[in-house]
């Protein structure tokens, strides 16, 4: 389990080059994307719900970077992750 933003990027940066490869081969393109933000401990609260703000941040980075690597067409939201504030943006 990675433990901070850093070792999360760098893991999730060893995939994405074989996954663009592939995209750029293919021409086959990211429909939607999703991330898991609620089985890792640092979630336990929730991730966009959580009190501490540095969770928050992590999420929304994690969040962040597959959005600006794949521009996938649409996101998929967990409701019970998000305010319903934040559903209606």
């Known amino acids: 389990i990675n433990n901070s933003l850093l070792q999360t990027n760098q893991a ?20 939607w994307s999703t991330q898991n933000l609620f089985s ?12 501490d703000a540095h969770v928050f941040a992590y999420a929304a980075s994690q969040v962040k970077k597959v959005c600006h690597t794949f521009s ?18």
């Not at 999730?12 to 429909?31: F, I």
């Open 12 to 31: 999730l940066d060893e995939v994405v080059e074989h996954l663009l490869k592939l995209q750029n081969e293919t021409g086959v393109k990211l429909l």
């Open 40 to 51: 890792h401990p640092r979630y336990m609260n929730g991730a966009f719900t959580n009190p």
């Open 72 to 89: 996938p067409s649409s996101f998929a939201f967990d409701s019970h992750n998000f305010p319903p504030s934040l559903l209606i943006l």
